[in-house]
Structure formats: structure tokens, C-alpha cells
């Protein structure tokens, strides 16, 4: 029996082409993309999985609040893990980590950069399963001025030499001793060192608590909950926070204890980092739980599209398989076998699908992963349980495109499918198909528009007026280097005809490695709410704002002319309003500064983005001073390589050694949103998926449509109607089904865009231009699709449609 639905299933195949050509295509579309994307989700969602405690490590947050706002930072001070180890006996252990800020390293004659470092306690390796395939995991780390590195790593300084023993440069903090090699780290963990210098290497002796720079990771017991411990967090703030926010600030006591509700830690589950956490500060950028929601949805969607396509087109062409049902119940098929046939067909369809499916993923993953930014195996696909996995859902895919049809056909009627009668309920099966028209549709629009707002907010957050230029704007990477001569290599590239301005600082727009510091007004009054802010620091020289085009608002720049500028500020319009200032009172007014700093504000600038658009503007300070870093050159030539061969051979001269590096700010700049550019070019993918099987499904059904109707379109033509008016009522139908689909998406995906949308500090307003232009790509795949056969039967000739009938 088996063997007997299995041939009469390939010989429907062969006979009806078209019909199977258009449901493989759009089910094997459907499920390349389920596969893909089920990829991808998979592994976002097994990220720091890999260590053996990985469901009792915690990170340690602080959240520090103010001004009506929450400043979520990802890393606490130096004293908070030997802290809560001593304190609370639920926590086993803690391991800290604190990336080292891309030094230089030496060895022989290679002198590198390394932007992967990180300085670690000694059982930082231990917590995280990290093994070594040389050296001790357990003391490797323990002595200063150790260090343990990748094989990458060690391939860049000691090439096939064995790297054990041997000892690197490193800056100004001496020789580190190779201690231990590590293969790689892992792939799915939300930090990728290349190496892990000792963390005791920089004897660590006060043990503070205020501050950040440490990511601190606890490891709690089994039968620890997290909640209850991080409940009894305050009275650590309470011993510790309070007496050094006194004597830092200068405040009395009672002025410090507000620090208890306004200082607080947070625990975060390790394997909640990579999709949940999303600070300024991430040791690098994470992935995001919302967009897993949103590509399952896209996953489910697109092949639910792709079984509605199977589903319409099976009842559309019912007409033809009347006679066989009705053929197969007069010899005595039973209502069951006749859908356990119908199954078997879609079953066997889906498999086919699912085959070809494979082939496409094998081609598409390069792709794929690019767009992405994942890195994706093709094994993944041929594990034993994905392919399980696969096999199950093809016979869901095969059961849910077909079950309807199966039921449909098999309660046809012996007279009326020997009378070429289908079904009297042609008004019901109408529906449904109409139904699952609007749904195709309803889900391509709401991705045409998804993918507009996408690319507007992009577009916006690119071109925003920042207040400050970053059009040929260069910056010169690790000047620090130069140490007394980073201001004369500075001073050489004014030099030259083709700069404009130059300055030296510590950073640029657009980075987070920012400093920052509670603040108060000197002339705050006792117990105002209002009167301490965290503000950011910018260390700049003086011509900093010219080199970038910040203008003032009220006052002046800082300047040399001035000796008393030493203790000068310049801050934005935020920091004059948050500290109770207002914009127009600012000048003269003094700022203090934990460690009881005072300094005087000279100036106001107007608000610059100096982080990401993403986020409000923040209060910041200007000062000079620890300004070492970066030099900025505004140029204005054509002739960039030629300026950059000039400035590399000033740079030669005063450090013969060291590499030559640079970047342009507007490129810096473009990296910032690069997330946003992947989420437009995954969903533009997807809506033309989207709009191709929809598409797809549309010219079958169109198809059949113009078949069925052939008697009535020639009569029509017989008595005068012309082929316009053909082509009118033919198209009529599926226009209105797709004008209903877009009123339906309409308000779905602009609440769901506005959702997106609150993400951002500055947004756009979504247009009705966007609903537009989406509706009428919408209205366009759709006639596109349906053309070719409406028009064929419009014009074709009534006697030769009247004949055949």
C-alpha cells in the first residue's frame, strides 16, 4: 500500500510540473531559510554554554543612579570580588578581568600592537574552562609578569619556535614570561582575548570600591539564589561605597550614605551576557534577544508563506483530481487512504524540498554568514541532531501544507466528481484560499516595510547633524609613543600646506573608553536632589574644538593665554542643565569632582554626539591634561595618499620601530551602526523571499484561475467585452485580497517599528511616504505575478477557448 501511494505521488508529479515546479521552489526557499536562521539562532542562543559552571557564573554589574537616569556599567572596582567572597559564603570563588588598553609588544625586532589583551587574576583560566595544551592552568597566571597566549598569538612573535619560556616586551611594565599556550578561545563567549597578562603583575594593594575598570565574575554554589544574594548587596555599599564617596567628594556623611540607593550591584547570569546585556562598555558588542524574536518570526512566517502556497494551489487544482477521487471511492478506496495518499504526496514534496534545501544552504552559507557576522559550519547541518531534527520537521512541513488539502479532496462526492462537480462549498474553499492570500501578503508588506524604516533610521543616524565635522578628519593611532614629541610630530604636520587644524587628545567621538567621575556644583545647596551627576571627561589641549568644529555656545575655548586654565572646563549644554546650572549661568561657576577636584567653567558648547546616536547626550567635561593619545588632523586635499606618505615619514623619524597607524574619522564613525546595516540587509533578504514565494504562489493560482474560467472569458469576448475588460475582471480579485493584506499590515508593523524605534535616543517619525512605497511594491509583485497569465488569457482567442470546451 505504502509503495502504491509513493508511485501514484510520482506520477502526479510528472504529470502536473507546473504545479510541483512552483510548491518545491517555494518550500525549499522556505526551508533554506528556516535552516539558515535556525543556525544563526542557535548560535546566539548557546553563547558562554561551554564552561563547566557556566549556570552558577555571574557577572557583577553597577548601576548608578541619578538625575532621574540609570548609568548600567558592566564592571565594578578593584575590592568588590575578594569583597563578596569574603563577605557572603554563598560564592565559591571570583576571577576578574581587565583589558589592557592595545599596548605595544616586543620581541627581537617585531614590535606589535595588540588590541586583544587582557590582564587576569590567576584563576581566571580555571572559572572558565579554558584549557592549555602547554603550561598549568592553575599557575600559569599566578606569578607576575606572566602572561599566557593563543597559538595565533605566538605564531606572530616566535613563528615555529616553541613559545613557552620565552619572554615579550611589554611597553613600560617590563618582560612577561610565557607561561601557558592556549589552542583558541572559544568561538560563542562574549570576550576573544589573544593573550592574559598576570593580574598581579600590577599589585593591586588598595582595594577600593567606587570606582570601574574590573570585570568581576562570581561563581556562586549550586544551591545559591542569585536574587536573595544580590539583596543583601547594599550593606556592602553601606561598609565599603560610603566612607570613600565621603572622603573622594567631600561630603558629610549623611550627604554619603545616599550612595545605598544610588550605588548599586547587579548580578547578571554569564549566559545571559551576550543576548541581554547592552552598556556603553561590553567587552565587545553583543547580540541582542530581540532580534532572536524577530528572525524566529521572520523563520516561521516565511515557511508558513511557502505551505500556503502548497495548500492554495492543491485546492485551486482540485479540478483536477475530482475524477481520481471519485474513481478510486466507486472501487472502494476508504475516506483515510485516500488522505493518507494525499499526505504522502505533500510529505514526498516536502522531502524533495528539503533535499534541494540542503544544496542551497551549502551555497548560501559564505552569504550568509557575512550578513550576519557569524561564522557558520555546514557540519552543523549534518550533525546527527540537526538532521533528526530536520527529518521531524519535514514531515510537520509535509502534514501542515497538506493536511487541509487531504481532508478537502477525500470528502469529495462520487456523483459529484464523476458529474466534474468538485464540491458544492466552492464559496468556503474560496475563503479560505482568499484567507491565506491576504496572510502572504499581509507578512511580505510588513517586511517592505520593516526593511524602509530599517534603512531610514540608518540613513538618519549617518547624516544627523552631530555638532562636530568628521569629514577628512584623521586620526594618527598610539601618538602617546612619542612621549615630549608627540606634540612637535604634531606641530611638524601643521607644517604642511594641506592641514588645516591639528590637536592632541586623549579621545575621539565615537569611542566609550571615556573616563568619568561623580560631579557637583560648588554652590549646591545642602540636601538638593539634583545636586551630584556622573559626567564623562574628554581630555583635550587647546585646540580641540577647533580641529573638529564644535562651536561654543557661551564663553571661550581653553587657552594658553590663560595660566589659571590648568583648572579650567569647558562642558556641554547637558552638563549646564543636569547640574542645575542652565546654559546661561554656567560661566564661573565651579565644578567639584570626586577627590575633592574644583575646576571653573570658562565655556559651554553646544551638545555634540560624542558616543553613538543610539544614546542620549550625556553630561561632559573638557579638561587639559592627560590629553596623550591621538592626534587629529583636519585636512583639506585630494591628494590623501600623498599627505599620508608625507605624514608616515615624520612619524619614521622620530620612532623608527614603531608602526605607522591611522583612521578616518567619518569610517570610525560608519563602524558605530554596523549592526543597524546588517538588520537592513537581513531583512531586505528576506521581505524578497518573502515576496518571491508569495509571488510564486500568486501566478499558480492565476493560473488556474484563467483555466477554470476559460468557457466564461470566451462567451465574454463573443459578446463584445474587450481585453481590457478581461484583464480587469481577472485581476480584480487578487488586487483587493492584497489591498485588505495591506491594511492589515499597516498598523501591525508600525507599532512594531515604534518598538524598534524606542532603541534609539534620536529617531525618525515614520513617514506615510513608507506605507506608500510599500504598498505599492506590494500591488506591483503582485500584478508582476499574475500578468503574464491574465494577460495570456485575456487576449487569447474565444474560439479557440469555446472549442476546447
Not at 174 to 183: A, C, Q, R
Not at 377 to 385: Q, S, T
Not at 645 to 668: G, H, N, R, V
Amino acid at each position: 500500500m505504502i509503495k502504491n501511494y509513493f508511485t501514484i505521488a510520482w506520477r502526479n508529479l510528472v504529470r502536473n510540473p507546473t504545479f510541483y515546479f512552483i510548491n518545491i521552489v517555494g518550500l525549499s526557499v522556505g526551508l533554506t531559510c528556516c535552516l539558515l536562521i535556525s543556525a544563526y539562532l542557535y548560535s546566539e542562543g548557546t553563547y558562554d554554554t561551554y564552561a563547566e559552571k557556566a549556570q552558577t557564573i555571574y557577572r557583577v554589574d553597577l548601576k548608578v543612579t541619578g538625575n532621574g537616569s540609570v548609568v548600567h556599567y558592566p564592571s565594578a572596582d578593584v575590592g568588590v570580588g575578594p569583597g563578596m567572597k569574603n563577605t557572603f559564603p554563598e560564592v565559591e570563588a571570583f576571577t576578574r578581568l581587565s583589558p589592557s588598553w592595545q599596548p605595544y609588544l616586543r620581541y627581537k625586532d617585531i614590535t606589535l600592537k595588540e588590541e586583544h589583551l587582557a590582564m587576569a587574576d590567576s584563576n581566571f583560566l580555571q572559572v572558565f574552562d579554558i584549557p592549555l595544551v602547554a603550561g598549568d592552568e592553575k599557575s600559569a597566571l599566578v606569578e607576575p609578569n606572566s602572561i599566557v597566549v593563543t597559538r595565533a598569538f605566538a605564531q606572530k612573535y616566535f613563528g615555529e619556535e616553541d613559545p613557552m619560556g620565552k619572554s615579550l616586551t611589554f611597553g613600560q611594565h617590563g618582560e612577561f614570561k610565557v607561561t601557558g599556550l592556549i589552542n583558541n578561545i572559544p568561538e560563542k563567549t562574549h570576550f576573544h582575548f589573544d593573550a592574559f597578562a598576570s593580574l598581579s603583575t600590577w599589585h593591586l594593594q588598595r582595594e577600593t570600591w567606587s570606582n570601574l575598570g574590573m570585570y568581576t565574575y562570581l561563581v556562586l554554589n549550586k544551591n545559591s539564589n542569585p536574587d536573595q544574594l544580590q539583596a543583601k548587596f547594599p550593606q556592602l555599599v553601606e561598609k565599603y561605597v560610603v566612607p570613600e564617596v565621603q572622603h573622594d567628594m567631600g561630603v558629610s556623611l549623611a550627604e554619603a550614605q545616599k550612595s545605598v540607593n544610588t550605588f548599586i550591584f547587579a548580578l547578571t547570569p554569564l549566559r545571559d551576557i551576550h543576548l541581554y546585556s547592552h552598556t556603553a562598555m561590553e567587552l565587545e558588542p553583543n547580540g541582542d534577544i530581540t532580534y532572536i524574536y524577530i528572525f524566529s518570526a521572520l523563520a516561521v512566517f516565511i515557511l508558513l508563506i511557502a505551505c500556503v502556497n502548497f495548500t492554495n494551489l492543491s485546492t485551486a487544482s482540485s479540478l483536477r483530481r475530482a475524477r481520481e477521487v471519485g474513481i478510486r471511492k466507486v472501487i472502494g478506496s476508504a475516506k483515510n487512504q485516500l488522505i493518507y495518499q494525499f499526505l504522502t504526496e505533500s510529505i514526498l514534496l516536502s522531502a524533495g524540498a528539503t533535499a534541494i534545501a540542503y544544496v542551497l544552504v551549502y551555497f548560501l552559507l559564505p552569504y550568509f554568514s557575512h550578513l550576519t557576522g557569524k561564522l557558520a559550519d555546514f557540519g552543523f547541518f549534518l550533525e546527527p541532531v540537526t538532521v533528526i531534527v530536520v527529518m521531524a520537521g519535514l514531515v510537520v512541513v509535509g502534514i501542515v501544507a497538506g493536511i487541509y488539502p487531504a481532508f478537502f479532496l477525500s470528502s469529495f462526492t462520487i456523483l459529484n466528481t464523476l458529474k466534474a462537480n468538485t464540491s458544492p462549498s466552492t464559496g468556503k474553499r474560496d475563503g479560505l484560499r482568499s484567507g491565506l492570500v491576504v496572510f502572504q501578503f499581509a507578512v511580505s508588506t510588513s517586511l517592505i516595510i520593516a526593511t524602509l524604516v530599517v534603512y531610514q533610521q540608518l540613513h538618519f543616524m549617518q547624516n544627523k547633524k552631530l555638532g562636530y565635522e568628521k569629514d577628512q578628519v584623521l586620526v594618527f593611532r598610539d601618538t602617546y609613543i612619542l612621549r615630549k614629541d608627540e606634540t612637535l610630530f604634531k606641530d611638524q604636520l601643521l607644517k604642511d600646506s594641506r592641514v588645516l587644524a591639528a590637536s592632541v587628545a586623549r579621545q575621539i567621538p565615537g569611542e566609550k573608553n571615556m573616563d568619568g567621575t561623580q560631579a557637583f556644583p560648588k554652590d549646591r545647596k545642602e540636601n538638593e536632589n539634583n545636586a551630584e551627576i556622573h559626567i564623562d571627561i574628554s581630555h583635550v589641549d587647546y585646540d580641540y574644538l577647533g580641529t573638529l568644529g564644535i562651536t561654543l555656545k557661551s564663553g571661550r575655548n581653553l587657552s594658553p593665554a590663560f595660566p589659571s586654565d590648568s583648572s579650567a572646563v569647558v562642558i556641554n549644554e547637558t552638563a549646564a542643565k543636569e547640574l542645575g546650572w542652565g546654559v546661561d549661568n554656567a560661566l564661573g561657576k565651579t565644578l567639584v569632582t570626586s577627590g575633592q577636584n574644583e575646576y571653573h567653567v570658562v565655556g559651554v558648547v553646544n551638545d555634540f554626539n560624542y558616543a553613538s546616536v543610539r544614546e542620549k547626550i550625556g553630561a561632559m567635561v573638557m579638561m587639559l591634561g592627560r590629553n596623550s593619545g591621538l592626534t587629529i588632523v583636519k585636512i583639506n586635499t585630494h591628494d590623501i595618499p600623498g599627505f599620508l606618505e608625507t605624514a608616515k615619514k615624520q612619524w619614521t623619524a622620530f620612532t623608527p620601530d614603531m608602526p605607522f597607524s591611522y583612521w578616518f574619522l567619518d569610517e570610525k564613525f560608519s563602524a558605530l551602526y554596523r549592526s543597524e546595516e546588517r538588520t537592513g540587509q537581513l531583512f531586505t533578504t528576506f521581505a524578497i523571499i518573502a515576496l518571491v514565494i508569495a509571488g510564486l504562489g500568486l501566478f499558480g493560482l492565476s493560473a488556474y484561475t484563467a483555466e477554470q474560467r476559460t468557457r466564461e472569458i470566451g462567451i465574454r469576448k463573443v459578446l463584445g467585452a474587450s481585453s481590457g475588460t478581461i484583464l480587469v475582471m481577472l485581476s480584480k480579485q487578487f488586487m483587493i485580497l492584497v489591498l485588505v493584506a495591506f491594511v492589515i499590515a499597516v498598523p501591525l508593523v508600525a507599532w512594531a517599528m515604534n518598538q524598534w524605534l524606542e532603541e534609539f535616543a534620536y529617531r525618525i517619525t515614520i513617514s506615510w511616504g513608507v506605507f506608500i512605497l510599500a504598498g505599492a511594491s506590494s500591488f506591483a509583485i503582485a500584478f508582476v505575478s499574475m500578468g503574464f497569465q491574465t494577460i495570456r488569457a485575456a487576449i487569447a482567442n474565444p474560439i479557440q477557448s469555446l472549442k476546447a470546451e
